[in-house]
Structure formats: structure tokens, C-alpha cells
């Protein structure tokens, strides 16, 4: 008789499953719909990483060359299978939550709170409490679909339990902001999300704090108001400091209110810092980072939020961090416009089944985990050096993404000397190949920025040579014209034959094998690993990586380039 493979509990944070032991611990959680985090399934990317709490386990293979190198105490699901009940934990990941409900919301106000910038006043008509966090914002759901953020800009209950405080800066032509928001009236209805955003007032204040500092530009003082009166609550601080961007005074719309609370004393001040004529010092244009760094607060012992554009939240924190300030004690939300939001632009269409996304996925997000990405290859490239080899940089890169805030690489991070240009990362690469003194190489990232994915790939060239320099142009220009035509309506199957006859006439080959892919909130892979390249309709904005690489005609090179498609 056979003997009935033994049945082994594997028990995670939200719950257990089963196994008998023969297949990987990855394979078995997905079998059961279990929600885990993987990408590659094949021991490169570390995605499913788990750390050992309790219980033994087998590996199903050994490691081979270019794998990631778990941690002492972790193990990789999908190289692994179990051999007693398993006690595991994911440090760099929380499973998506349930789908909140959709929440009907009435219109109690709407006043101007400076020329740009409306405060909108909102009361949820089921009366219920909408359990949000001080840092939160809400998702304003509008007909056909489109989302817009917005900050919740009063503390929970500091309005009664059913009423959001919105504080809304005019984008010119914005759907919402010129199309929607000058009509809406008291009464008027509204349709909202559940709350979202883990920029938020932690429930216990961590060890070591002492000083809370705050950095907002324009309607970013709402994403950090209700932060800030939580603060001033718990008295658990020593200081509370405000830094406030804007042009004029007019901009800091709050001013009053907060030199009452200034007056109070208790360890608050808060400081206008302004871009034009009339800055309260008197000195040229400056930002609030700088403002930051210049008053030598107590970084060590400081936590920082952030709340605002883009380059302010970038520039803010390697600044605070080059000035002492320990790297997980900087939050940040940047603010972005919404993509594809002009007034009398057409409702967006239903989303296909290959674009599924999780009630965390915002675009912003992704936009954030682009220019993050983006900024990191920049700065890997300038850390290649001649005689390194491909294994040293790919730790080198590992390591620079690590340091900048990255949690984990979703994909593998692929380095390509040379000749191995030419090669997709399918292929297997030349680790000990060396870079030459005058070369072209190969950068092709996918970390994890605040639970986003991030994928950028670029082609560099050291020395002058005007065929590698050509064939790096060559794999941009065919992503960019191949952008111009998904814009056009192109599918995705259509927009990889387009591209191949761009290549060819740049005196380039297509590499077919590398046929584009998802993004989303990580990992993406909880939604199928669908194929741009195989996608019979239109993508929508903000999920498909596209992918261009090239092979030269005339000379064993080739080059890479991708961003993800936006409108």
C-alpha cells in the first residue's frame, strides 16, 4: 500500500493552509487561492521570501547561479517545500484587504479657502463612521469609473463621525476640479471609496522620538493637518514643526488657525516658507526642506512627514537623510494629477480581466515608483566602473536600491555587459563577464517603492562609439514611437508588430522574446502574469510596461529601453 503523504499547516498572518509536503510552499497557497507574494517562481526575484518563525522545511533544489540569497532565517516558497507545520511571516508585505464597500456622501459645503484651493465638506449618508486614520485620503469615484484622491483634511471625529473635510487645489482643465467641483451644490451627491494611504499617525509612537516634523506644499497641508492635531494631542512629542510651501501667504490658507495654536505654546511653531517676492526672512527662493535643514532639528531622535509634489517629497528626503535622519523615520505621500482628466475627455472604459488591480493600487503610486526607479538607474549607472563584473553589479545595484528605500526587487535586477546585450534575460547571462573601457551596458531594475511596482530599464555607453551610441538611441526612439502609437489605439499584439518595423528601420531586430508586462501594487502576479505583446485590446494607462530591446544589424550589440505606458 502507499503510504497517505503527511498533511502539514503552514500559518500565516491572515490565516493557515495546508500542504502534504510534495510540491513547493508557493504552488500550494496559490492551489488554495491563498494571497502570497511571488513573481518569478523560479528562486530569482526573493518576492516570496518568508521568514522562518517556526517549523522545518526542505529546498526542492540547490541554488543555482544568479538565485537570491535568503537570509539565515528566511526561506523562498517556491524553492521550498515543508516538512512540518510552518510558522510564517512576510516583513516586506500585507495581503490586499477586502474591497471596502462603495459609500454615498452628501454635499454639506463648499467654500473658497484661497484663489485655487476649495475646502469641501462632505457628509456620509449611511451615517456610519468611516474608520479612516489620521493621513488617510479618500477616493472620490466619478461617473464612468475615473478616481481622484484627496486627502482628508480634519482628524477623525473631529467633525462628527460622518462628516470628510476635503481641501482641493484647481488643476487648469481637470475633470473634476473645473468640470464638476464649481457646480456642485449643498445636497448634491457624491460616491466615495473606502479610506487608503499608509502615511499615517502610527497607533503607539515608536521609541527614540522625540521631535515630529512636518513638510506640506500647497493642499499638502491636508494630508498632514490631521497628523499634526493628533500630535499636539498626544503630547508624547518634546516639538512639532510645521513647514509650509507656497508662492504667497495667500497660499497657507491655515495661517491663522495655526498662529493661534502657535500662541499656545506646548513646544508647536509652524513657518511660511515662500517662492515668491515677500518670503517672511527676506531671503531668496527657498523650499521647505531647506527650511528644514537650516533650523538643525534633532534628526536622530526626529520622525518626518511629507505631504505634497513630487520633487519635494524626492528632494526632501535625501536631504533629511544626508542630515541624520534615520531612514524609516521619514512617511511620505506625493501628490500627482490625475492622467487623462481634461474636461469633456470620454469616460474610461471597463477594465479588461488583465488589468485587475487591488483597492491599494493607486496611479499615483505608480507614478512615484516610476520617477523613484528612474532616479535609481541614473544613479547605478554612475556606480558602474571598468573591470567589475556582472555578478559585483547587480549587487551593486541590490544594494544602491536598498539604501534609496526600495523593500524588495519584484523582478530579479538584470545587468548586461557587452556582447550579452543582445540576450534577454530569459537567456542565461555571463556573470563574470567584464565591463570594458569603452562599452555598452544594460540596466533593467524592478524594486518596490511603498507597495508599488517599479520597472524602468536604460541602455548606457562609456567611451565614444557611434554604433553603441546609435543602437541606445535606436531601442528609445522605438519606445517612444511605439508609445505614439498605442496612443493612436493600438493593441498590444499591434503594438510589438509596429515596433519590430520601427527597429528594422533603425537598422535594429525586435527581441520578441521580451513581450512587455504588468504593474501594479505588488505583486501584480496575484492578477496573472498577462503579456502586453499578447493583449488583443487597447492597455489602459498607468499598468503595461513596455519593453523594447534591439540587436543590432551590423555588430554584436544590442540595447534596451522601458517605461511604463502613460498617457
Known sequence: MNATPPCHTITLETGPFVTDGTTSILEAALA????????????????????????????????????????????????????????????HWCAPEEPIPLRRARVASRLPLAPDVTQLIVELQDGEDYGYLPGQHAQLVLVGGARRNFSIANAPGAAGPVRLEFHIRRMPGGAFTDGILPSLRPGDTLTLDGAQGGCTWPAEMPAGIDHLVLLATSTGYAGVAPILMAALQSRALKTVTLYWGGRTPDDCYAGQMLDALQGKGDGFQWHAVLSQAGNDDGQPRRHVQDAAVAAGHDWPRSLVYACGNPAMVSAARAQLLAAGLPQDRYRAEAFHPAAGGAVGSPPQREAHPWERISPRYTLAGILDARRRSMQAVEEIAALMRPGMTTREAIAVADDHLRRMGASNNWHPTYVRFGPDTQSPPVQRTDYDRKLQEHDIFVLDIGPVWDGHEGDYGDTFVLGADADRERCAEAAREVFRRSRLAWLEGLTGAALYDRASEYARELGCELVREIPGHRVSDFPHALYGKHLLAQADFVPADGIWVLEIQVRDAQRPIGAFYEDVLLR
Open 32 to 91: 488554495q487561492g491563498v494571497p502570497v507574494p511571488f513573481s518569478c517562481q523560479r528562486g530569482a526575484c526573493g518576492s516570496c521570501r518568508a521568514v522562518v518563525v517556526d517549523g522545518r522545511y526542505e529546498r526542492i533544489a540547490p541554488p543555482a547561479d544568479g538565485s537570491y540569497q535568503a537570509a539565515s532565517d528566511e526561506l523562498l516558497m517556491c524553492q521550498c517545500r515543508a516538512a512540518s507545520n510552518l510558522t510564517l511571516r512576510f516583513p
